[in-house]
C-alpha cells in the first residue's frame, strides 16, 4: 500500500481535518498521479455532512483533480510519466453494460465506482478523493489535460465543466435557442461560458441583482431578476431551455413557467430536499423537467479539447487547504467567483 496525506472527515458533524491514508498499490493499467490542484464542489459539502445520505467515513473529498503522472503500471499506453492527467467524478465502472458500452459510464448500471464516498469495482475497497497528496486511478478513468491553459483553472472542467457541457450537447442546444441558465455559481458561471460559446441567446435567471454585470461579463446576452414580478413576466413561455444549476430548495413551477411549448428544464443541481411539482406546470405546455448526471469518458476528454481550443476555464479563487473549512462556509453564503480550488502543494 502507498502512504499518503489528505483532509478528512472523520463524521458528519466534524469539521475537515488533516489525516493520513493508504492508497492501493499501481497495478497494470493504473496511473498514480501526484495531485497540483483539486476544485472545491458544493457536493462535497453535502456528502461530508451526509445530507444525501449514505455517507462513508473517514471521507477525503474532492473529485476535481489535475495532476501529473508519477508512476505508471506496466500494461499503460495512454499516459507516460510527466504527463498532465485529469480525474472526474468517477475512477471506475462495470465496462460491461450497454451504458459503458456507449462511453455513458456515469450512468453504469452495474455500479459505479465514484471518486469518493464509494467503493471499487471489488465492492470492498474504499475510495478517497483529491484533497490528497496522490490517486491511484486505471489509466481508462484518466484524462489527458492541455499544456496550453492555467491549471488552477482547468480543475473544476473535471466536474463542473461536464456537468454543465453534457446537457447542452445532449440536447443540441446552440444558435436560434433561448436559454435561461438558473443560478451564477459554480456551475451557473461554466453554463454561461459553454451556452454563449455555441451560439445560444443566454440569460441569466438570478435573485441577486449584483450579479447582473458578472453574468454579462461572462457571455450572457440578458439578465432577469427573478424576484421582480415585471421582469419574470417579460420572460414567461420564453425559454427553449433551462439550465437549472441550483442545489437549494427553490420553486421549479415558477421557472416551469418561462418555458416555451415542449420547452425543456434540465437539473444539473441536487437540492437535498424533495420538489413539489404541480402536474399543470408540466401539461400546461407539453413541458418537461429533466436531469443529467456529468458526462461520460468520451464526452469528458471532448470537453477539455474543446476548452483549450477555445481558451475556455473556470473563474476560480485559489485556496491553501488548512482554509478549506471556512471556504464551505463562504460557499454556503455565494461568497465565491465562481470556484475555489486547493493548491495542493499547501497540504
Same mark, same amino acid.
Given at each position: 500500500?502507498?502512504?499518503?496525506?489528505?483532509?478528512?472527515?472523520?463524521?458528519?458533524?466534524?469539521?475537515?481535518?488533516?489525516?493520513?491514508?493508504?492508497?492501493?498499490?499501481?497495478?497494470?493499467?493504473?496511473?498514480?498521479?501526484?495531485?497540483?490542484?483539486?476544485?472545491?464542489?458544493?457536493?462535497?459539502?453535502?456528502?461530508?455532512?451526509?445530507?444525501?445520505? /449514505?455517507? =462513508?467515513?473517514?471521507?477525503?473529498? *474532492? @473529485?476535481?483533480?489535475?495532476?501529473?503522472?508519477?508512476?505508471? $503500471?506496466?500494461? &499503460?499506453?495512454?499516459?507516460?510519466?510527466?504527463?498532465?492527467?485529469?480525474?472526474?467524478?468517477?475512477?471506475?465502472?462495470?465496462?460491461?453494460?450497454?451504458?459503458?458500452?456507449?462511453?455513458?459510464?456515469?450512468?453504469?448500471?452495474?455500479?459505479?465506482?465514484?471518486?469518493?464516498?464509494?467503493?471499487?469495482?471489488?465492492?470492498?475497497?474504499?475510495?478517497?478523493?483529491?484533497?490528497?497528496?496522490?490517486?491511484?486511478?486505471?489509466?481508462?478513468?484518466?484524462?489527458?489535460?492541455?499544456?496550453?491553459?492555467?491549471?488552477?483553472?482547468?480543475?473544476?472542467?473535471?466536474?463542473?465543466?461536464?456537468?454543465?457541457?453534457?446537457?447542452?450537447?445532449?440536447?443540441?442546444?446552440?444558435?436560434?435557442?433561448?436559454? /435561461?441558465? =438558473?443560478?451564477?455559481?459554480?456551475? *451557473? @458561471?461554466?453554463?454561461?461560458?459553454?451556452?454563449?460559446?455555441? $451560439?445560444?441567446? &443566454?440569460?441569466?435567471?438570478?435573485?441577486?441583482?449584483?450579479?447582473?454585470?458578472?453574468?454579462?461579463?461572462?457571455?450572457?446576452?440578458?439578465?432577469?431578476?427573478?424576484?421582480?414580478?415585471?421582469?419574470?413576466?417579460?420572460?414567461?413561455?420564453?425559454?427553449?431551455?433551462?439550465?437549472?444549476?441550483?442545489?437549494?430548495?427553490?420553486?421549479?413551477?415558477?421557472?416551469?413557467?418561462?418555458?416555451?411549448?415542449?420547452?425543456?428544464?434540465?437539473?444539473?443541481?441536487?437540492?437535498?430536499?424533495?420538489?413539489?411539482?404541480?402536474?399543470?406546470?408540466?401539461?400546461?405546455?407539453?413541458?418537461?423537467?429533466?436531469?443529467?448526471?456529468?458526462?461520460?469518458?468520451?464526452?469528458?476528454?471532448?470537453?477539455?479539447?474543446?476548452?483549450?481550443?477555445?481558451?475556455?476555464?473556470?473563474?476560480?479563487?485559489?485556496?491553501?487547504?488548512?482554509?478549506?473549512?471556512?471556504?464551505?462556509?463562504?460557499?454556503?453564503?455565494?461568497?465565491?467567483?465562481?470556484?475555489?480550488?486547493?493548491?495542493?502543494?499547501?497540504?
Amino acid at each position: 500500500m502507498i502512504e499518503t496525506k489528505g483532509y478528512a472527515a472523520q463524521d458528519a458533524k466534524t469539521a475537515l481535518a488533516p489525516w493520513s491514508f493508504q492508497r492501493r498499490e499501481v497495478e497494470a493499467d493504473d496511473v498514480q498521479i501526484n495531485i497540483l490542484y483539486c476544485g472545491v464542489c458544493h457536493s462535497d459539502l453535502h456528502q461530508i455532512r451526509n445530507e444525501w445520505g /449514505g455517507s =462513508l467515513f473517514p471521507m477525503v473529498p *474532492g @473529485h476535481e483533480i489535475i495532476g501529473r503522472v508519477s508512476k505508471i $503500471g506496466n500494461k &499503460v499506453k495512454k499516459f507516460k510519466v510527466g504527463d498532465l492527467a485529469g480525474v472526474g467524478c468517477m475512477v471506475d465502472s462495470c465496462g460491461e453494460c450497454d451504458n459503458c458500452h456507449h462511453g455513458l459510464e456515469q450512468y453504469c448500471t452495474g455500479g459505479i465506482s465514484f471518486t469518493y464516498n464509494g467503493l471499487e469495482q471489488d465492492k470492498k475497497t474504499r475510495t478517497y478523493g483529491g484533497y490528497s497528496k496522490l490517486v491511484v486511478v486505471k489509466e481508462d478513468f484518466a484524462l489527458h489535460v492541455s499544456e496550453k491553459l492555467p491549471l488552477k483553472a482547468v480543475a473544476p472542467l473535471l466536474c463542473a465543466g461536464i456537468t454543465t457541457y453534457s446537457p447542452l450537447k445532449h440536447w443540441k442546444i446552440g444558435k436560434g435557442h433561448k436559454v /435561461g441558465i =438558473l443560478g451564477l455559481g459554480g456551475l *451557473g @458561471h461554466m453554463a454561461v461560458k459553454f451556452a454563449a460559446s455555441f $451560439g445560444a441567446e &443566454v440569460t441569466m435567471l438570478s435573485t441577486s441583482k449584483s450579479k447582473e454585470a458578472d453574468a454579462k461579463k461572462l457571455g450572457a446576452h440578458k439578465f432577469i431578476l427573478t424576484t421582480n414580478e415585471a421582469s419574470i413576466k417579460s420572460v414567461t413561455g420564453y425559454f427553449d431551455f433551462i439550465i437549472d444549476t441550483v442545489s437549494a430548495p427553490h420553486n421549479y413551477n415558477l421557472y416551469l413557467s418561462l418555458l416555451k411549448t415542449d420547452g425543456i428544464q434540465i437539473c444539473v443541481g441536487a437540492p437535498p430536499t424533495p420538489a413539489q411539482i404541480l402536474g399543470f406546470s408540466l401539461l400546461s405546455g407539453r413541458k418537461s423537467l429533466a436531469g443529467s448526471s456529468i458526462g461520460g469518458l468520451p464526452e469528458t476528454q471532448e470537453m477539455l479539447d474543446y476548452c483549450a481550443e477555445h481558451n475556455i476555464t473556470s473563474d476560480v479563487e485559489i485556496i491553501n487547504i488548512k482554509d478549506i473549512n471556512s471556504a464551505y462556509e463562504r460557499m454556503l453564503k455565494g461568497d465565491v467567483h465562481y470556484r475555489f480550488v486547493i493548491d495542493m502543494s499547501t497540504l
